[in-house]
């Protein structure tokens, strides 16, 4: 089945600061999106892009399709924007069901 | 719209009994798909149901169960608990359709003593 690879698996950053996490997978995908899990377990809709290109305020995302990897930017970093980022896809066989990379912590601190 | 809603929030088992676990999607959704995490697995996929029925399963063992009602709402089952089943259980809710977005409920915390 497809296979879904975060990186860095930490990144501690001083308020301010823009950092960029990456999500590679290994197969096409129906689905790709992003998400922030907050200390609570909620688990927060960033982007639903399984391609091109999105801004949403301080964060953005780009995925480029045809070679397989999505990258999530954050600027001008806040305390509130510590947790875990989640990259996660559908693949084109995996019939609906998200297929989860490992995660990305990150800490911000002020 | 309201989002999606999950109850309880929290449980306490002992190993041996049974849990069920409810999901509520947002309206005008017609799949919810239900994911256990655990620190050790991470996120992984449980079950989907779509207008009632079973459209896709994940690998996990016959005690876990679910069914979806007329009214989209759902619920998750787990008979015969184990120390394992401990985890943080988290139900999505979407219209239908491969290509949409996952909208995910708060999650049910399962402790099994």
């Known amino acids: 089945g497809i296979q879904v690879e975060q990186s860095p698996p930490d990144l501690i950053l001083q308020e301010g600061a823009n950092s960029t996490l990456r999500c590679n997978f290994s197969d096409s995908v129906n689905n790709l999106q992003w998400f922030h899990q907050n200390p609570w377990g909620q688990l927060i809709n960033l982007f639903y892009i399984p391609s091109g290109t999105k801004q949403n305020g301080r964060l953005s995302a780009t995925t480029v399709a045809t070679e397989r990897y999505s990258l999530l930017y954050i600027s001008s970093s806040q305390t509130t924007d510590s947790g875990v980022y989640f990259c996660?896809?559908?693949?084109?066989?995996?019939?609906?069901?998200?297929?989860w990379g490992a995660g990305t912590k990150l800490i911000i601190k002020p | 719209k309201a989002g999606v809603t999950q109850t309880p929030r929290y449980l306490i088992k002992t190993r041996g009994q049974q849990v069920t676990l409810s999901c509520s999607p947002i309206s005008g959704h017609r799949s919810v798909s239900w994911y256990q995490q655990t620190p050790g697995q991470g996120l992984q996929f449980l079950f989907e149901?779509?207008?009632?029925?079973?459209?896709n399963k994940g690998n996990f063992p016959g005690r876990f169960s679910g069914r979806q009602f007329s009214n989209s709402r759902s619920e998750m089952n787990v008979s015969t608990l184990e120390l394992g089943d401990s985890a943080l259980y988290l139900c999505a809710s979407s219209p239908g359709t491969v290509r949409e977005t996952q909208y995910f409920g708060p999650g049910t915390r399962l402790l099994v003593l």
């Open positions: 996660a896809v559908v693949g084109m066989d995996s019939n609906y069901q998200l297929i």
């Open positions: 149901y779509f207008s009632e029925t079973q459209r």
